[in-house]
């Protein structure tokens, strides 16, 4: 086989086998596979922080608050993390992840 021909056996392994059972825990990691690199982190910082505010996000994660927004707007799009308002500051909401089993 040459370099320039694609490698079916690999391409067809991996659509059929990344799957498995877990079809809404497969969903999940493929969305978020997609995002940048600063939301994988976001979300990873909320897996074992949450629940936490913007600015809580940027001190534990290091990164800038503008990129933590973006982040967090992206990860809202994929309806990986939900927010509500923070109870010590109405201005601020807490994030954490989505419960996969909630519809």
């Known amino acids: ?34 995002l940048p690199p600063s939301a994988k982190l976001v979300y990873k910082v909320l897996e074992y922080e949450a629940p936490l505010t913007q600015e809580g996000i940027a001190a ?10 973006y982040a967090l707007g992206k990860l809202e799009e994929q309806d990986l993390i939900s927010s509500r308002a923070c109870l010590e500051d ?14």
């Open 60 to 69: 534990e994660s290091r990164l800038c608050s503008r990129t933590v927004r």
């Open 90 to 103: 109405a201005r601020q909401s807490k994030y954490q992840l989505v419960d996969p089993e909630t519809p």
């Open 1 to 34: 086989m040459s370099t320039t021909e694609p490698d079916a056996e690999l391409d067809g392994d991996s659509k059929t086998d990344d799957r498995g059972d877990g079809g809404d825990e497969w969903d999940r990691d493929s969305g978020l596979s997609e």
